[in-house]
């Protein structure tokens, strides 16, 4: 019996302890095949309510252990994400579409490594004395939120759901867990066989996979307080007017439009392969991947040829198979709206270089140059594997077209000129820069986050943020004796 072995679960891949599922079932769908790898059992609403109230229950008790215990069962996780990495890199590839590579960065960095950092998480300091005008001892502490609502999306299902549960878990809350539907087996049941075998108390993880009945019931509830939801920046908005009508802290880690700026000091080839990757690694299905490359005029005509070589020359195929460098898009719906952001491009006056062709959902890498500003493909996010490339003249320019959306998530600028690349960083919203890189970089133990339509800035990643998002700050005062007061 395999490690995620649907047999387990009574026949299903969804029922049991951790995992709820008492709604309809449907077929779990392998996107390079078409073939069916299981069926899975959708929550509902009430599902929730169920998951909820037994959570609250358990969370009490967990909160009260010492942090050793709950750091023990963190690096418990992590030794069993290495156990039986290739498994759930294999169930990453079959279901969300990814190459082996990518497969193995999810488990090793969403898995492995936000596992550890979770558990020293646990032990970290959690408060700080206070100086009071009054006779007694003063201090702040971080106190546990009781519930998070973890709402993750399809293509990278184990770092951005590992990112939430991993450290609302060390930190002594429970959580309720909505993975993307088409991804609920690498980004649902590898989490909860992980924690079960790692020793997690029952009732303290909850995996509902279902729809947006399901996303809503969780934002809804009362006994949520803190929602963790990555995806797109329209259900983020509407997200985030639920949440705030109910009074609750959301964190948005939302879409981008993000820019790689190329200037004309750089190797070019050496830029061409960054660019390459910031735009089709994972089939650009990517928050932060190089959406719109900027490129110094003077030596766009290169940079755009040597492009569409990388493009043509990456192997796309079944992930699954040998030497594949993308694998296919999650579904129909994804490839058509990509396919029609590619085609109004070239309608609105570019012009296609490589790519802009399907094979079901297999499209391949594809690169536009003399891109209009109000085309589709420079103006909105393109969630594809697609590269358009659009002229600057200087600095300035350079700087207006990359502040010029409303998204602010990563931003990436080759130069040999380092300090000429921070000042130009300096000019654009983003929560993110990576200079003499392309846009596609995180760490567990690193803030991350977007500003504008990408988010409400650096909600994960790293100590401080971790506490801020999944505690609550308590101040505590201590007196050795009763006062007195007048009356």
């Known amino acids: 019996m395999t490690f995620l072995d649907s047999s387990t679960w009574e026949g299903r891949i969804f029922s049991g302890e951790w995992i709820n599922g008492s709604g309809e079932e449907y077929d779990a769908i392998e996107p390079a095949t078409g073939k069916t790898l299981g069926r899975v059992g959708s929550a509902t609403p009430a599902d929730v309510g169920k998951a909820v109230e037994r959570a609250v229950r358990a969370q009490r008790e967990w909160a009260a252990r010492p942090y050793s215990d709950r750091a023990a069962v963190l690096r418990r996780a992590a030794r069993l994400f290495e156990e039986h990495q290739h498994e759930i890199e294999t169930w990453l590839m079959r279901e969300s579409g990814a190459v082996r590579p990518f497969a193995a960065l999810q488990v090793t960095s969403g898995g ?45 299902p184990i770092i951005l759901a590992m990112r939430a549960v991993a450290p609302a878990l060390a930190l002594g809350n429970a959580v309720i867990l909505k993975p993307d539907p088409r991804t609920a087996i690498s980004g649902g049941v590898a989490f909860a066989r992980v924690f079960e075998e790692a020793g997690l108390p029952p009732g303290l993880l909850h995996v509902l996979p279902g729809g947006a009945d399901v996303g809503a019931a969780v934002v809804e509830h009362p006994q949520i307080p803190v929602i963790a939801f990555t995806g797109s920046t329209r259900a983020g908005r509407a997200i985030g007017v639920a949440a705030a009508r109910h009074l609750k802290r959301v964190h948005l880690e939302l879409g981008g439009n993000s820019a790689l700026v190329v200037m004309d000091d750089v190797d070019l080839e050496q830029a061409a392969s960054v660019g390459a990757w910031g735009s089709f690694a994972n089939a650009g299905q990517i928050c932060m991947a190089s959406s719109r490359h900027l490129v110094h005029a003077s030596v766009a005509e290169e940079y755009t040829e040597l492009l569409a070589r990388h493009a043509d020359a990456i192997p796309v195929g079944d992930p699954v198979g040998e030497n594949v460098g993308v694998g296919p898009l999650i579904d129909a ?132 943020a971790n506490l801020e998002a999944f505690t609550e700050q308590q101040w505590v005062t201590v007196r050795g004796e009763l006062p007195r007061y007048p009356f």
């Open 333 to 464: 719906g994804q490839r058509d709206r990509i396919h029609g952001i590619v085609t109004d491009t070239v309608e609105a006056g570019a012009r296609l270089v490589a790519g802009g062709t399907y094979e079901g959902l297999f499209y391949r890498p594809t690169v536009l140059t003399g891109v209009p500003l109000t085309a589709p493909a420079y103006a909105e996010e393109i969630f594809g594997p697609v590269a358009p490339v659009v002229l600057f003249r200087d600095v300035d320019e350079a700087a207006g077209l990359a502040a010029g959306t409303e998204y602010g998530l990563s931003l990436g600028i080759l130069t040999r000129d380092v300090t000429k690349g921070l000042a130009l960083a300096e000019r654009v919203p983003t929560g993110l820069v990576h200079i003499n890189d392309q846009t596609v970089n995180d760490e567990p133990n690193i803030p991350f986050g977007g500003v504008g339509d990408s988010g409400t800035g650096s909600r994960h990643g790293g100590a401080a």
């Open 112 to 156: 492995v490594e936000e596992c550890h950092e979770a558990a020293a998480l646990a032990g970290a300091p959690y408060g700080e004395l206070l100086r009071s005008g009054q006779e007694r001892l003063s201090f702040s502490r971080r106190v546990p939120v009781g519930g998070a609502g973890v709402i993750a999306p399809f293509n990278v």
